[in-house]
């Protein structure tokens, strides 16, 4: 079983389209994460989610919104499509301060 | 503002070779050091969490320190089977770019 699974695995989209990106975890942790990974392979947090407490990176255009269903889901929605916003995104959990358990990526390429 | 610096960028091993990869950190009251394995294609995966000075953690051919200022990852005899990116974090923020390790047969 995957513990930390994201959807879909590759998205291409156009500019100025609204998309989602899906993340489930099977491992019972209590927070979950996004991470952006940029072209230099910089890994930047964006979002992390505990119990309904959202924390956000300042640095994050407000076009980014995660949505949490339930504490096994944490999906992220992005508005306005920019050609900046190409790039791996992770979807990440832990419990507590134990090393955190990553999805395998989400490539989105704007065009 | 928090910063983590990786070096060297990449690192080309003969099998056996032992080497280490370093990462500097600058960041305000640490709250873990974390060292992960990303391999092409993958998410990281989760190697260690060293959270005061002096500490070391060992798994297979892999050993972690910390001081300080820095923590190191020790390859001991390394396998091509280690090849991979080593990413660090602290606090599980503020991520190096990482070292790219190739170990040739």
């Known amino acids: 079983d995957t513990a930390v699974s994201q959807t879909p695995k590759y998205l291409v989209t156009q500019m100025g389209n609204d998309k989602s990106i899906k993340c489930e975890q099977n491992l019972g942790h209590d927070t979950m994460y996004w991470y952006k990974q940029d072209s230099k392979k910089f890994l930047k947090i964006m979002f992390s989610y505990n119990n309904k407490e959202l924390i956000i990176n300042e640095t994050v255009p407000n076009r980014f919104s995660p949505k949490s269903p339930d504490k096994a889901h944490l999906n992220l929605h992005i508005n306005s499509l920019e050609l900046g916003d190409s790039a791996v995104y992770f979807c990440?959990?832990?419990?507590?301060?134990?090393?955190?358990?990553f999805g395998s990526g989400t490539r989105l390429t704007v065009v | 503002e928090d910063q983590v610096t990786q070096s060297p960028e990449a690192l080309r091993l003969q099998e056996g070779e032992s080497s280490s990869l370093n990462c500097s950190y600058t960041v305000s009251g640490l709250r873990g050091l974390f060292w992960y394995r990303q391999d092409p294609g993958k998410g990281p995966e989760f190697l260690f969490t060293l959270y005061s000075a002096g500490e070391e953690k060992e798994k297979e051919r892999l050993k972690a320190t910390l001081t300080k200022k820095e923590s190191f990852l020790h390859i001991t005899a390394p396998k091509p089977e280690d090849s991979a990116t080593y990413l660090c974090?602290?606090?599980?923020?503020?991520f190096g770019a990482g070292t790219t390790v190739t170990v040739r047969a």
């Open positions: 974090a602290a606090h599980q923020l503020s």
């Open positions: 990440a959990s832990s419990q507590g301060t134990i090393g955190y358990t």
